[in-house]
C-alpha cells in the first residue's frame, strides 16, 4: 500500500481521537455525550496507533499536520492519565490486607453478578456461589425466574433481600451475615431500586452497605445520565453527612474514571480498591476488545484488600466480581490520606446535580408509568 495512503489514514484516525476526546468534555448530560468516557482504553490504544502512524509515514510536515500532533499528543496524555491509576504503575488507593494468624472473621467476601434477565443458564450462578462460598451475594436483573432459581441457596443464606422485577432492574441480597433493617428505596425513578442495610460483620462490627444499580445513558434506556449521576451522588453524600463505615456495589452503568464516579469517591470518602491494581472488566462479555468496567466496589478506610477477581462467565453479558475485604480499623487513618477529598465545586455540583436528577427521574417514571399502563 502506497506510503502516502497510509499517512492520510493515520492523520483520519488522529483527527478522530481528538475530536472524540474533547466531544467527551462537553458539560452535557446526553448519552451522546457521556457515553465517550467508557472506552477510555480503547480510545487510548487507537490513539497510540495513530501516534506511531504519523511518526513513521511522515516526511515534512506542514503547520496543520504539526497541530494535529500536538493535538493528538494532548489527546493521548488525557487518555492516559484516566486509564494510569488502574495498573499497576499507580499507587494502591487501597493497601493489600495483613495475613493473619487470627483466621477469616474479619474478612468479607462479596460477589456481584448481572445476571442478565433472558439468561436462562441459572445453575452457573447456583454453582459458582457454592463453589466460591462469598458471604454477601448481590444480583441484578434478577425476576422472578432468577429468584425461583437463587431459592436453593437461601438454606446458606438466612438473610435476604428480594425486589423481583422484569424491567431489568430487579434486585437480590442473599447474606450469611446479619442484615439489620434492610430497605428498598426509589432514589430517582419510581421503578428502579436500591437497597440500603446495616449488617454486622462475623467480629460483630456493624457497617452500611448499600446495592445500586441506576438507569444507563443509552439511546435505548435514558436519553441522559443525570438521574444516574444523581442517585450515586446522593448516596455518596448521605456516607459522608452521616460519617459512615460503608460499602457500596453493584452495576453503576459507569466506568471508575467518568467524571461523576470520581466527584462520587471526593463526596463520599470511599476508596476504589482496582486504583493501583488492574482493570476489572465486567461488559461485555461477548466482545472481548470491547469490554469496560461496569461492576463496582467501594468502602471505607478501614477496610484492606485481600483480593478482587473476575469470575467466569454465567451466561451473562457481564462478568461476576468476587471481591474479598478485610476489617483493618488500625489502618483507617493512612488510608484516608489516599482518598480524594471534595471541594466547594463539588459540592454545589453534586447538589445541583441531585435536584436536576429528582426532576429528570419524575418525568421518567411518569414515562415508565405510562407505557406498563399500555402494555408496552
Not at 487510548?44 to 506511531?52: E, N
Not at 442495610?197 to 438507569?215: A, E, F, K, S
Request: aromatic share 10%.
Amino acid at each position: 500500500m502506497d506510503s502516502s495512503l497510509l499517512y492520510y489514514g493515520v492523520q483520519l484516525l488522529a483527527g478522530l481521537i481528538a475530536f472524540i476526546t474533547a466531544w467527551g468534555w462537553l458539560p452535557l448530560d446526553n448519552w451522546w455525550v457521556r457515553d465517550v468516557e467508557f472506552p477510555r482504553i480503547q480510545i487510548l490504544v487507537l490513539g497510540i496507533i495513530a501516534w506511531l502512524g504519523m511518526l513513521l509515514f511522515g516526511s515534512e510536515w506542514q503547520i496543520g499536520q504539526w497541530l494535529l500532533f500536538i493535538a493528538l499528543s494532548g489527546t493521548l496524555g488525557f487518555q492516559l492519565r484516566m486509564v494510569l491509576p488502574y495498573t499497576r504503575i499507580w499507587k494502591k488507593e487501597v493497601q493489600s490486607a495483613k495475613k493473619t494468624s487470627i483466621g477469616t472473621e474479619n474478612q468479607l467476601k462479596i460477589m456481584v453478578s448481572n445476571v442478565l434477565s433472558p439468561n436462562k443458564q441459572t445453575q452457573k450462578l447456583v454453582d459458582l456461589v457454592n463453589q466460591k462460598q462469598p458471604d454477601i451475594l448481590i444480583t441484578l436483573e434478577t425476576d422472578e425466574k432468577w429468584q425461583q432459581a437463587l431459592s436453593s441457596l437461601e438454606p446458606d443464606y438466612p438473610y435476604t433481600v428480594k425486589v423481583p422485577l422484569d424491567n431489568l432492574y430487579g434486585m437480590h441480597l442473599y447474606s450469611k451475615l446479619e442484615l439489620i433493617n434492610p430497605e428498598v428505596k426509589y432514589l430517582m425513578i419510581d421503578d428502579i431500586p436500591s437497597i440500603h442495610t446495616r449488617l454486622r460483620l462475623q467480629n460483630g462490627r456493624v457497617i452500611w452497605l448499600y446495592c445500586l444499580h441506576p438507569m444507563p445513558p443509552s439511546p435505548t434506556e435514558a436519553d441522559k445520565s443525570t438521574t444516574r449521576d444523581a442517585e450515586l451522588l446522593m448516596v455518596g453524600r448521605h456516607i459522608k453527612e452521616h460519617d459512615q463505615t460503608a460499602i457500596l456495589a453493584g452495576d453503576l452503568n459507569d466506568v471508575a474514571w467518568s467524571k461523576t464516579t470520581r466527584r462520587f469517591q471526593r463526596i463520599s470518602g470511599l476508596l476504589d480498591p482496582r486504583i493501583g491494581r488492574h482493570f476489572i472488566n465486567t461488559f461485555h462479555v461477548d466482545y472481548p476488545l470491547l469490554r469496560w468496567a461496569l461492576d463496582h466496589i467501594f468502602h471505607s478506610a478501614c477496610f484492606t484488600l485481600v483480593d478482587m477477581k473476575r469470575m467466569p462467565s454465567i451466561g451473562s453479558d457481564h462478568f461476576p466480581v468476587l471481591t474479598t475485604l478485610q476489617y483493618e480499623p488500625e489502618e483507617t487513618s493512612k488510608q484516608e490520606e489516599n482518598a480524594p477529598t471534595a471541594d466547594a465545586s463539588d459540592i454545589k455540583e453534586t447538589d445541583n446535580k441531585i435536584k436536576e436528577g429528582k426532576k429528570e427521574g419524575a418525568k421518567v417514571s411518569k414515562v415508565h408509568l405510562e407505557a406498563s399502563s399500555t402494555g408496552q
